[in-house]
Each structure stands twice: as structure tokens, then as C-alpha cells.
């Protein structure tokens, strides 16, 4: 399973907070098995989303014949990330905490093309009866001040068990693959303690975040020029393509 970075700021812990992180972590094992069962539902719902989006994928190939999805990445977010969110946010430790207060336990990212992919997935996703939003964040429209663009999603999904049925939280994450690469790098730089000329280097990532952001407008313009100057097809033309497509392997 690919890893989605955990977005924490790398502030040293001082003695009350390392003693709380202590405390966070023994409570974490003296409630191991309670634990491990939650993380093993937000697993699964982490397969209830991507399977979502993967249906998606193949409906968008087979009626549009484009594919609107370069890549999909997910994560469960790791015990130590858990704890230090928690102390963090200052929210006392227990099960009942870390499921109302903590919406990201459950990570995926949607990479795609063309920025206007990313909110026809959205709508796809949010639109279906057993999906319910709980947050939305539009860092796309109103980017970060350090350039930062993503749309975030945190949704609901119910996952079954042998059991009982439970809602789980899943927070997804939707960008263009410039704005993957862009994050991926603006990410390197927070786990480096000393970067000499930080402030420019701050600088130059804010500017590159603009130049991404007018280059992926820019594509998606087009992207979309082009398709409205296809010649239009004559009949044996369009029976032909059709025939084609029937041959299409559609997984």
C-alpha cells in the first residue's frame, strides 16, 4: 500500500508533551486489541472508497472514453502520527476520541489529469446514496498561502462486517498530477530542519505553485479546444468505432 504523506508539523516535543506522548502510548497498547480492530475497519473502508473510485474509472472509459484517474494512493495513518495529532489538538486519549475527533485516520488520494476531472469525480463520489460529506475543503479555489492546492473531502462510508455495519470517516484527497509533484516536494522541505536560504527556496515554491496552477488551466483549455475540433464522423465512421469498442476490455 503506497504511503500519503501525514502533513505534521516536525515541532520539537517539549517534557510535558513527551510525557504525554508516553502516556498516549501505553494507553494505545493497554488497548491493543480494541485498537487493532479499528484500524483493521479503517482499512476496509479505505477499500470501500477505492473500489468506489475504481468503478468510476471504468464507467468514465467506457461512456467518455477517457480515463479521468492517473493514479490512486491510500494510507492509514501511522500510531506516532496518531498520538502526536491528539496532544497536538489536545484531545484526551480513548477510542471514542480518536473516532469522533480524528477525520484522517483513512487516507486516499485521487491523482488526476485536468483539474476539472477532479470535481467531476468529486460530484460522482459525494452524489452516491450510501456516501454522506462530512467536511469539504477547497484549497484549489482558495489555495493555502504557501500554494498549497488540493480538494479535501472528508466523507462517511458504511463498511459491513460479519457482525454489525459501522460509518467510518475516510478523507480523501483529489489533485492534478502537477499538484501531486508540487506537494510532493513543498512535503520534502518541512522534514528538513536546516535548509540553507529557506525563506527563498519558501518563496520560489509559492511562485512554482502559481506557474502550476496557470499550466494546468491551460492544459485543461486545451484539452477541451481539441475536442470540439474533431471532424464529425460519418455514419460508417461511427459504426465502425463502435464495432471497435465492443472488443474493449472493459477491467
Known amino acids: 500500500m503506497d504511503e500519503l504523506d501525514e502533513r505534521v508539523e516536525l515541532i520539537p516535543l517539549g517534557e510535558a508533551k513527551a510525557l504525554a506522548a508516553t502516556e498516549f502510548a501505553k494507553q494505545l497498547l493497554e488497548t491493543a486489541v480494541d485498537y487493532k480492530e479499528l484500524r483493521m475497519m479503517y482499512a476496509c473502508a479505505i477499500k470501500e472508497v477505492q473500489t468506489k473510485f475504481e468503478v468510476l474509472e471504468t464507467e468514465f ?35 471514542e476520541n480518536l473516532e469522533a475527533q480524528i477525520h484522517d485516520l483513512a487516507g486516499i488520494r485521487v491523482i488526476c489529469s485536468y483539474v476539472d476531472d477532479i470535481y467531476a469525480l468529486a460530484d460522482a463520489l459525494t452524489s452516491q446514496d450510501d456516501i454522506t460529506l462530512v467536511e469539504k475543503k477547497d484549497y484549489i479555489k482558495h489555495p493555502k498561502p504557501n500554494g498549497y492546492r488540493s480538494l479535501h473531502l472528508i466523507v462517511s462510508v458504511p463498511v459491513f462486517f460479519s457482525r454489525q455495519k459501522r460509518q467510518i470517516k475516510v478523507e480523501v484527497q483529489i489533485r492534478t498530477i502537477a499538484m501531486d509533484f508540487w506537494a510532493s516536494l513543498e512535503h520534502q522541505m518541512k522534514y528538513k530542519r536546516e535548509i540553507p536560504d529557506q525563506q527563498h527556496i519558501v518563496e520560489q515554491l509559492k511562485n512554482c505553485a502559481e506557474d502550476i496552477a496557470r499550466v494546468d488551466r491551460e492544459m485543461m483549455d486545451i484539452r477541451r479546444r481539441l475536442e470540439e475540433s474533431v471532424d464529425e464522423p460519418t455514419e460508417d465512421d461511427i459504426l465502425i468505432a463502435r464495432l471497435k469498442k465492443l472488443d474493449t476490455p472493459i477491467l
Open 61 to 95: 472509459k467506457v461512456r467518455y472514453q477517457r480515463n479521468p484517474i492517473s493514479s490512486i494512493q491510500t494510507r492509514l495513518k501511522s500510531s506516532s502520527s496518531i498520538i502526536e495529532k491528539m496532544i497536538r489538538k489536545g484531545i484526551p486519549f480513548s477510542m
